[in-house]
């Protein structure tokens, strides 16, 4: 039976993980990443893998000669404020590859399973909380735009090409590798507990952004979930596809937990745990939304997923531990 699996951006943060998870999952299974970047400490275990871009000549020959089950695109540009201001960038790297790949995968004599990184950023500033997969998408900014436009086009390549495809929105990816501590974010990451941490190791002063939201300290909450979590809803993610259960179709899920954190639970937690030499509250960042959390039912159910490292003190350790190592 061929298990070949491909992970585009499989050097990245997400994609690192994922590509373990499946090793870990079936050691039978034969990853391959595919990213424009090498990092060694990603690659362990791995079976194989190409620098280059996912939509060049010589990736998409490879696509096309491994027949691969399945393709976990984690590849794409993911930083919601240059894609402002630089949408050009977006908007090819992570729309117009994307099509370019999709029109060789349509005709392949055995066509792959698509999983798809997607984001919680499609929804913009939901009415209601918790949000489900069907509240209202209207992004705010032009990466939240591109990753709905994928969702959409799997929907479409679905109905027309007989392409399944899994689009999972990840709401607020955090934490490292666990136990080993081996895999984490590159330095220099943009959420508040990756600059908390780098402002405890820097004995750095930190600003919150806001304190005076609707929320229960008055700063803002965000639905956090442990990326090795993300990594093993991957897993479950494919056995659905390949399940009797599911119709060949385009599915959309959320990944988090259910629960909010707040700025500055995190900051407490880190900062009470870890030290820092002195704490501040600035301007909200424009746009941001008091509360942001995932409704889980979908993944709970069919996938029989739940979030096993994604209480605040285990993602913040296991991050603080991957930083620290590096």
């Not at 999983?115 to 900014?141: H, K, L, N, R, W």
């Not at 979930?225 to 993300?230: G, K, Q, R, T």
């Not at 479950?236 to 596809?241: A, I, N, R, S, V």
Request: glycine share 8%; proline share 4%; with cysteine.
């Amino acid at each position: 039976m061929n298990k070949n699996i491909i992970v585009t951006g499989g050097c990245g943060y997400i994609g690192s993980h994922v590509a373990r998870a499946f090793k870990y999952a079936d050691a039978e299974n034969i990853v391959t990443i595919i990213d424009t970047e090498r990092r060694e400490h990603t690659l362990a275990g791995i079976d194989g893998f190409l620098q280059a871009d996912f939509a060049s000549e010589e990736a998409l020959a490879m696509i096309v000669s491994l027949e691969p089950v399945l393709i976990v695109h984690c590849a794409g540009t993911s930083l919601v404020g240059p894609s402002i201001t630089d949408p050009g960038e977006y908007w090819d790297n992570n729309v117009s590859k994307t099509v370019k790949m999709l029109n060789v995968i349509r005709h392949m004599r055995r066509k792959p399973r698509i999983m798809f990184s997607s984001s919680a950023s499609v929804y913009g500033t939901p009415e209601f909380m918790p949000i489900v997969e069907q509240a209202v998408t209207d992004p705010v900014s032009p990466y939240g735009q591109t990753k709905l436009a994928v969702e959409r086009m799997l929907h479409d390549y679905s109905a027309g090409y007989g392409i399944s495809s899994l689009c999972f929105r990840y709401f607020n990816a955090a934490g490292a590798m666990p136990d080993t501590y081996d895999l984490g974010q590159e330095p220099g990451a943009t959420h508040i507990i990756a600059r908390a941490i780098e402002a405890s190791l820097t004995e750095r002063a930190f600003t919150i952004n806001g304190e005076h939201f609707d929320t229960a300290d008055g700063t803002c909450v965000r639905d956090y979930v442990h990326v090795w979590d993300i990594a093993l809803a991957h897993v479950k993610g494919y056995h659905f596809l390949t399940s009797d259960y599911p119709q060949d179709g385009a599915y959309v899920m959320n990944l988090g937990t259910g629960k909010g954190i707040s700025n500055k639970q995190i900051v407490d937690y880190v900062f009470g745990r870890y030290g820092i030499a002195q704490v501040y509250f600035g301007e909200p960042r424009a746009g941001d939304p008091a509360e942001l959390v995932a409704d889980t039912r979908m993944a709970n159910e069919l996938l029989h997923w739940t979030p096993q490292f994604s209480d605040i003190e285990t993602i913040i350790d296991s991050a603080y531990k991957w930083y620290r190592s590096r």
